[in-house]
């Protein structure tokens, strides 16, 4: 499985964009990316998955370079209740291993009123 | 449709006690697995479940038994409970589909404490 590796922590204002980058340097031709959310006291939340170019859902976008090295979690216009932790996770969409989810430390966002 | 139902919510249990954390899906979803998570840090997995009457481990398996006689329950044991095992509990569950969207449902938590 592809390691990830991901900021610490972030700070953002309400009303700003949120632009999370994680970096998969080992990634395989089969691997998706996918993004959890997890509030505290909560499961993770699944966010957003692509695998190259851009996706965008009603929650987020993702930004996938051609290299697939990295992705950029992007929240817009983020609000008070954006704080959470985000994981990025890297796996092979075409084997059973798929399922199993390794989750890193994660990115711990901070939005400040 | 309840998702992903976990019990209890909150355990506290001796050193040396046994407990079953119960896990329960209603989605017919044939992957399931346990993760536990310690304060500040992301999730470890437990065990895992591909289908009724398979299992295998995970990254942290010791001190935990699983089993997996039917598609919708997946409980976990703990056989001799240690206060290294204090931690929050999470079960999971998804599809176990190749080339699809296999996005994980995540139950609520239990949360449990060894002294």
């Known amino acids: 499985l592809a390691k990830t590796t991901q900021p610490i922590s972030m700070d953002s204002y309400e009303g700003q964009e949120v632009n999370i980058t994680c970096s998969h340097n080992?990634?395989?031709?089969?691997?998706?990316i996918t993004w959890y959310q997890q509030f505290p006291s909560q499961g993770p939340r699944f966010i957003i998955q692509?695998?190259?170019t851009k996706v965008t859902n009603e929650v987020a976008s993702l930004f996938i370079p051609a290299d697939r090295k990295s992705s950029t979690l992007s929240l817009p216009r983020v609000s008070l209740s954006d704080t959470a932790v985000y994981y990025c996770?890297?796996?092979?969409?075409?084997?059973?291993?798929?399922?199993?989810?390794?989750f890193g430390a994660g990115t711990r966002l901070a939005v400040h009123p | 449709n309840a998702g992903v139902t976990q019990t209890p919510k909150f355990q506290v249990l001796k050193t040396g006690q046994s407990m079953t954390l119960q896990c329960a899906q209603d989605?017919?979803?044939?992957?399931m697995s346990w993760y536990r998570q310690d304060p500040g840090m992301g999730l470890r997995l437990i065990h895992y479940?591909?289908?009724?009457?398979?299992?295998d481990q995970g990254e942290v398996p010791n001190g935990y038994n699983v089993s997996r006689s039917t598609t919708e329950d997946f409980p976990l044991r703990l056989l001799s409970a240690a206060p290294s095992q204090t931690s929050v509990y999470f079960c999971?569950?998804?599809?176990?589909?190749?080339?699809?969207?296999?996005?994980?449902?995540f139950g609520q938590g239990t949360r449990l404490t060894v002294v």
């Open positions: 999971a569950s998804s599809y176990m589909g190749q080339g699809v969207n296999t996005e994980a449902f």
């Open positions: 080992n990634i395989a031709t089969n691997d998706y």
């Open positions: 692509g695998y190259k």
């Open positions: 996770l890297v796996g092979d969409m075409f084997s059973g291993g798929y399922n199993k989810l390794i």
């Open positions: 989605m017919n979803h044939e992957y």
């Open positions: 479940s591909v289908g009724a009457g398979i299992t």
